[in-house]
């Protein structure tokens, strides 16, 4: 048997140094098109437990609890999960922010199950073989019919490209639709949204 596909401490150091200096270009500006018509569009979601994997400084974490969510928000990186409960404190909302690997979740990490989570742009910073483990790992959090949104490139290093949706999520999570991102930049890095729904 391979042994648990763990993020590195690299990374963690890597992460928690960028948030320290203030270079966190993917943690900016206010929530995508997409996510703002999910959470507040003519078909939004009903409000209830998200999980906000990957969540960095917070910004999307206190979006969604701005809007009646009862929000988790996960990162491996300390230094931005002290700037996450800052903003959260700073926006009066109360939100629970848990530090650990997203790839390796411990059991006791995080209570209950989640009806809504939220990925920009974690699993596309994984290694290939880790995908299938964290989508396994993060859908014994999420209750069945769940949906996960998940905004990733498709193209270059950092990417999760359709046929791995096809593959290594398949077993956990249902493809509803994929959309390519409306906001795109030279090089364009081809960004989509993949919503899937928890098999049962």
Not at 16 to 42: C, H, Q, R, T
Not at 75 to 92: C, P, S, T, V, Y
Not at 97 to 111: G, K, M
Request: aromatic share 10%.
């Amino acid at each position: 048997m391979n042994p648990p596909a763990k993020s590195s401490k690299l990374v963690n150091r890597a992460y928690n140094f960028a948030y320290k200096v203030g270079f966190s270009p993917w943690d900016l500006g206010p929530p995508m098109p997409e996510l703002v018509d999910l959470i507040e569009g003519p078909d939004a979601l009903r409000p209830g437990r998200a999980l906000d994997l990957g969540c960095g400084a917070g910004s999307k974490s206190v979006y969604l609890a701005q809007h009646g969510w009862s929000v988790t928000g996960v990162d491996i990186a300390e230094e931005a999960l002290k700037q996450a409960r800052r903003k959260a404190a700073d926006n009066g909302v109360d939100i629970e922010f848990v530090q650990c690997d997203l790839v390796d979740i411990p059991p006791d990490a995080l209570r209950g199950r989640y009806d809504f989570l939220l990925d920009f742009g974690c699993s596309h910073s994984l290694r290939d073989e880790a995908k299938p483990r964290y989508a396994e790992g993060i859908a014994r959090f999420a209750e069945p019919g769940a949906t996960l949104y998940l905004y990733a490139f498709t193209k270059g290093p950092l990417s999760v490209r359709p046929e791995e949706i096809d593959t290594g999520f398949a077993p956990f999570w249902e493809l509803v639709s994929a959309t390519p991102g409306s906001i795109r930049r030279t090089p364009d890095a081809g960004p989509m949204w993949y919503r899937m729904i928890r098999r049962s």
